[in-house]
């Protein structure tokens, strides 16, 4: 099986500056990883995803890295505003397609300082 | 596009009592997904569908069923309600089996 942690429960940034969420994985046959922000009351919104045959992947004011020598991938958010405010998931897939669901991490709640 | 819509958002329930979760999509995806979220914690997989007529059971089936008689819609059933499954139940749904795009969510309450 697979499972996915976030390394912090909790991420407190000040306004403008740049965030970065990490999440680790187990599986080495993990081969497709998503990022999803989930505001208060609301469902998971997909924000960037990347396969295993990639190391970098860049989407408007985010970044995905990774690194699966040590089976970890990051989010980072660039200039973080007010709206950024949300828990951020990390989820990954060992199934080639995700024809049986995504393992999701626990989650980090970003707190962006004024 | 609506996307993934759910229905109710909010319930509560007796011990006992039975509930169907209605989840629809208007995209045509193929794949649809329940998921239920604990406080705190990630989304367990409940069930999943890869077409119309197909289902097979996720990480935490037990206590629920489902059904997929059409391409938009995927109907979560509880037949016995337990204080176990008070939780935010979501529905998702992929056009290939990959990204995964979510409904708002039902916030259920078993007392």
């Known amino acids: 099986g697979e499972s996915v942690g976030l390394h912090l429960p909790t991420l407190s940034v000040q306004e403008g500056d740049n965030s970065i969420i990490n999440c680790a994985y187990s599986?080495?046959?993990?081969?497709?990883f998503i990022w999803y922000k989930q505001e208060s009351g609301k469902g998971p919104q997909f924000i960037i995803d990347?396969?295993?045959?990639?190391d970098k992947r860049q989407g408007q004011r985010v970044t995905v890295l990774l690194n699966k020598t040590v089976k970890h991938l990051s989010l980072q958010i660039a200039a973080t505003q007010p709206g950024d405010s949300a828990v951020y998931f990390c989820?990954?897939?060992?199934?080639?397609?995700?024809?049986?669901?995504?393992?999701f991490g626990k989650g980090t709640h970003l707190i962006i300082q004024p | 596009n609506a996307g993934v819509t759910q229905t109710p958002k909010f319930r509560i329930l007796k011990i006992g009592q039975s509930m169907t979760l209605q989840c629809t999509q208007d995209?045509?995806?193929?794949?649809m997904y329940w998921y239920r979220q604990d406080p705190g914690m990630g989304l367990k997989l409940i069930y999943y569908?890869?077409?119309?007529?197909?289902?097979d059971k996720g990480e935490v089936p037990n206590g629920y069923n489902v059904s997929r008689s059409t391409t938009e819609d995927f109907p979560l059933r509880l037949e016995l309600a337990a204080p176990s499954q008070t939780s935010v139940y979501f529905c998702?749904?992929?056009?290939?089996?990959?990204?995964?795009?979510f409904g708002p969510g039902t916030r259920l309450t078993v007392l």
């Open positions: 989820a990954a897939d060992t199934s080639g397609g995700g024809a049986d669901g995504l393992t």
């Open positions: 995209m045509n995806h193929n794949y």
């Open positions: 569908s890869v077409g119309a007529g197909i289902t």
């Open positions: 990347i396969r295993s045959n990639m």
């Open positions: 998702a749904s992929s056009p290939h089996g990959d990204t995964q795009y």
């Open positions: 599986n080495s046959a993990s081969d497709y």
